[in-house]
């Protein structure tokens, strides 16, 4: 008969609660023995994240200021209120119900640590304070408990505060050491523990209870990632309204939607590079709203049924014409090369009495310029050498202009815009990255090659202007619609909801709910995490003190500390 223990968590910086829905669903079993989570409270700043914190983890949230006064003036610039006031260990017993928590698990603001924020700016006073908050949070957890201390404590931020945020953790490690706990830090994929269809690497230090938990602690089984479109693909289509106001379209500008179908699938901006454009239009391209150009100068491919023959089958009012690849030298155009162009390097043909450009290949693409260049405003060529250079000319003749192939913004190794995916686009079939909380379709993958296609929302007979905002689908060169992820595709991809499943979030900003989206730890990987952390507590729970496991062990120092037996730190056994 199995027998039910309880496994009580909470969370510091708690968010909407994503972290802490996971952990409800977290999946532990010793032998008659099993493992369930419970939540005791939740403490974040933000109310609108309190009051999503509520609906998904189930119990009720704590809106809580955790800086201290001067952490405060430093980050907002001002003093605080007359009714502010420092929180204390008491506030965050008081957030837990005064009940005493097995698993703490804290989620700091990372912004000041993330890659995405220039250096110079993760040094002013303001990011510097932000920063601190992660040693402060942990102070307050460590303190608020001290009496019957947490077996395990999960803190979890970007990758790079490991470099950025140095002298933080080793204040937090020294701090927890201190506490008794035995400290790992680590990096993982949350993508690959949730099995998600996003790449979200994430910065993880694992705390474990050396008195209170002797067994070792494993790390999680690591999952294959997911397509977006096995997470997508089962969701109505965006802007259904039956899906609520979080899975619409956004409205873009004309020129932005023209861009993403210009993208190619699992590129971004750069690939608008290889597009050729005179006189800011496609040389190459034209757009034309779909059904109602009635086929203009359409082309059946060989392979395709025609469509109706009507009265008037002309070129220029239907798809009356074929690519035919069947080719047929005609004698009335002798060797099939009227107006031909001979190529510089290589052989004519024969020399006839016919011998106009009109009759046959007579003509020759000479890469020699001809003569001296005395053309007006003449602009040189970068890989040539200049004109003679003269005190001055009143006529503008002569080459004193030159084709600069350097863009004025430079982009080299290190820049931030080159390799940031602007106007990237996911294909169907890939995983995205990690999903962030400024999200948007112009600062990173952040759209899809969406295979299904809807109808178009074009109105009238003409195209939009540049800078006019709609929500448009294009036909792109792949035959697919690149469009932006909306707000609950995110949602979904964050392992928030199932695909078919139905979120609404506190107030009506698109901004708002994908900061905390962005913000959210992943349920599926906190639900991994959870397990590994449950079957941990019920071995200790149950007197024993070594398990063989299939993965790693994530608190690499206990195999050391387990092992020696120190006069300062006493071992449990």
């Not at 970068?382 to 084709?403: F, L, M, N, R």
């Amino acid at each position: 008969m199995l027998e039910h223990r309880e496994i009580r968590h909470f969370h510091l910086f708690c968010g909407l609660g994503a972290g802490a829905k996971g952990f409800n669903r977290g999946h532990a079993r010793v032998g008659n023995l099993e493992a369930r989570f419970r939540c005791i409270g939740g403490v974040d700043v933000d109310p609108a994240a309190i009051a999503d914190f509520g609906r998904l983890a189930g119990t009720p949230g704590t809106v809580l200021d955790m800086f201290d006064r001067d952490q405060y003036i430093a980050f907002h610039g001002k003093e605080p209120p007359a009714d502010w006031r420092e929180s204390t260990p008491a506030d965050i017993q008081a957030a837990a119900g005064n009940e005493n928590p097995h698993i703490v698990f804290l989620s700091a603001p990372c912004k000041g640590f993330s890659g995405l924020l220039s250096q110079s700016r993760s040094t002013t006073p303001k990011y510097q304070a932000l920063n601190r908050l992660t040693l402060r949070g942990m102070w307050l957890a460590l303190e608020a408990f001290a009496d019957d201390p947490p077996e395990l404590i999960i803190f979890e931020n970007v990758p790079r505060i490991a470099n950025r945020g140095r002298p933080l953790l080793d204040q937090i490690v020294a701090m927890l050491e201190h506490y008794g706990y035995h400290v790992a830090e680590t990096t993982h994929d949350c993508g690959e523990l949730g099995g998600l269809a996003q790449s979200r690497k994430r910065f993880l230090l694992v705390a474990r209870h050396a008195e209170k938990v002797p067994p070792f602690l494993y790390e999680p089984v690591k999952r294959p990632l997911r397509a977006v479109g096995d997470v997508l693909g089962d969701m109505p289509l965006p802007g259904d309204e039956l899906a609520g106001a979080m899975h619409r379209v956004p409205r873009l500008q004309w020129k932005t939607w023209v861009r993403l179908a210009f993208v190619e699938a699992g590129s971004d901006w750069r690939s608008l590079n290889k597009l050729a454009v005179e006189d800011g239009n496609l040389r190459d391209y034209l757009i034309v709203p779909e059904g109602r150009n009635n086929g203009y100068l359409g082309v059946h491919d060989w392979q395709e049924a025609a469509g109706t023959v009507a009265g008037a089958s002309r070129p220029g009012n239907g798809k009356f014409s074929v690519a035919d690849p069947r080719f047929d030298q005609s004698a009335k155009w002798k060797d099939g090369q009227a107006y031909g162009v001979r190529r510089w390097d290589g052989p004519t043909g024969a020399i006839t009495s016919q011998k106009s450009p009109g009759q046959g290949a007579f003509a020759v693409a000479d890469p020699r310029q001809a003569g001296p260049s005395f053309g007006k405003y003449m602009v040189t060529r970068w890989d040539e050498h200049a004109g003679t250079v003269i005190s001055g000319s009143t006529t503008g003749q002569g080459a004193y202009a030159v084709a600069d192939p350097r863009p004025g913004m430079r982009r080299s190794r290190g820049d931030n815009y080159l390799t940031g995916g602007h106007y990237g686009v996911v294909p169907w079939s890939s995983s995205c990255g990690a999903v962030s909380a400024s999200a948007r379709q112009d600062n990173g993958f952040w759209s899809v090659a969406d295979p299904r296609l809807a109808r178009s929302t074009l109105e009238g007979e003409y195209l939009p202007a540049a800078a006019q905002k709609l929500v448009a689908v294009i036909r792109a060169l792949d035959g697919t619609w690149h469009r932006p992820f909306t707000t609950l595709e995110l949602a979904a991809l964050q392992g928030l909801i199932e695909p078919t499943e139905h979120l609404e979030l506190a107030g009506l900003s698109d901004s708002d709910w994908r900061e905390r989206i962005g913000n959210a730890v992943p349920p599926p990987a906190s639900e991994a995490i959870a397990g590994v952390m449950g079957t941990t507590l019920l071995l200790a729970w149950t007197g024993e003190t070594f398990a063989l496991g299939s993965t790693p062990i994530w608190v690499r120092q206990a195999a050391a500390g387990l092992s020696l037996s120190r006069p300062d730190q006493p071992v449990a056994h």
